[in-house]
């Protein structure tokens, strides 16, 4: 089966500019997260979506950082306006809703200069 | 709320030789317990995992026991290769609910050396 996809694989934005992640889920899988990764550190769950509906954003900081996910299936999440501290790797994980084994994507590294 | 606690790294080993990364948890009930590893440059991927207590996961010749009497979930392998070299995530997923909700640790990273 084909992995989770996400896009760009890289990107550098100076602060206060805005920024945006695609991800595209394994097909078939309901649920879906968009986890931080700063260097050093465990990822760090930023939204988790069942279908197109969020179940947990309690650690989205919804001032500057938005997700959707229209139809339940891609995802998109934006950072508007970047801070220094937003530099990390941005990643996308797929799941069957009842299962605890995540699938995840490459990844996206911003940095924010 | 639930965490995961790791053994802080790096962890620097020669070919061969034998690897224990210790992971402890905290949380309420009996929570599913995965391994997961992230090799330079990619996501993380699924290493082993184990849903209730006593029960061994194993993978590629790494393994892991649920231990509900001392909340462990120890990953070992007997002969690292340089292969393994990677960041290795514990990581928790309660039972309770129909969404699965998992909290990672802050990984050991792994360096074997030939």
């Known amino acids: 089966e084909a992995g989770v996809a996400q896009s760009p694989r890289y990107k550098i934005i100076e602060k206060r500019q805005s920024v945006a992640f695609w991800c595209n889920p394994i097909?078939?899988?309901?649920?879906l997260y968009w986890y931080q990764q700063i260097l050093g550190q465990g990822p760090k769950l930023l939204i988790q979506?069942?279908?197109?509906?969020?179940?947990?954003d309690s650690q989205l900081p919804k001032d500057r950082f938005s997700a959707e996910r229209l139809k339940g299936v891609d995802s998109t999440l934006k950072i508007q306006p970047a801070k220094l501290e937003d530099s990390a790797v941005y990643l996308c994980?797929?799941?069957?809703?009842?299962?605890?084994?995540?699938?995840f994507g490459n990844g996206t590294r911003l940095t924010v200069t | 709320g639930d965490s995961v606690t790791q053994m802080e790294g790096p962890v620097t080993l020669s070919e061969e030789a034998f690897l224990t990364i210790n992971c402890t948890y905290t949380?309420?009930?009996?929570?599913?317990l995965f391994w997961y590893v992230q090799y330079p440059g990619e996501g993380l991927q699924l290493l082993l995992k184990?849903?209730?207590?006593?029960d061994k996961g194993s993978n590629k010749g790494f393994e892991a026991t649920y231990r509900k009497e001392t909340t462990s979930f120890h990953l070992e392998k007997g002969s690292v290769q340089v292969s393994d070299s990677a960041v290795y995530f514990c990581?928790?997923?309660?039972?309770?609910?129909?969404?699965?909700?998992?909290?990672f640790g802050t990984g050991t990273k792994l360096q074997v050396i030939p």
């Open positions: 097909s078939g899988h309901a649920t």
């Open positions: 949380a309420t009930g009996y929570p599913s």
């Open positions: 994980a797929s799941s069957y809703p009842d299962r605890g084994t995540l699938h």
């Open positions: 979506f069942q279908n197109n509906g969020v179940v947990d």
């Open positions: 184990a849903t209730k207590a006593d």
């Open positions: 990581a928790l997923s309660p039972r309770s609910g129909g969404y699965q909700k998992v909290t």
